[in-house]
Nanobody, 124 residues
Framework: VQLQAFGGGWVQAGGSLRLSCAAS????????MGWFRRAPGKEREFVAA????????YYADSVKGRFAIFRDNVESTVYLQMDSLEPEDTAVYYC??????????????????WGQGTQVTVSS
């Protein structure tokens, strides 16, 4: 599975961005899609994940209520809608995919496929 992420950019605090991740796989059935991020000087951290498009999604506490993950299985694309952005959200964001039956949704080690990162910069 090849993943390609789009949508990063610069925004002022309080603004919004939407990230997209297109998968080469024809369908996302049985695939958990996740977003992770790495801020300067910090380790990579879990942001959000979704196993099925009927799921509410899983979120890191730091983004809960501000970010929303949703997916289009037909288009094999997953999105991360980011609202009320804060300077602390500045990071390189990565989309990732794993088989839903293996590993925890928040564990980066469980993900087999990774897209290139996309930079998100939030200014105060």
């Amino acid at each position: 599975v090849q993943l390609q992420a789009f949508g990063g950019g610069w925004v002022q605090a309080g603004g919004s961005l939407r990230l997209s991740c297109a998968a080469s796989r024809r369908t996302l059935t049985g695939i958990t899609m996740g977003w992770f991020r790495r801020a300067p000087g910090k380790e990579r951290e879990f942001v959000a994940a979704m196993s099925r498009n009927t799921d509410p999604g899983y979120y890191a506490d730091s983004v809960k209520g501000r970010f929303a993950i949703f997916r289009d299985n037909v288009e094999s694309t997953v999105y991360l809608q980011m609202d009320s952005l804060e300077p602390e959200d500045t990071a390189v964001y990565y989309c990732a995919a794993k088989h839903s039956v293996s590993g925890k949704h928040y564990d980066a080690q469980a993900y087999n496929y990774w897209g290139q990162g996309t930079q998100v910069t939030v200014s105060s």
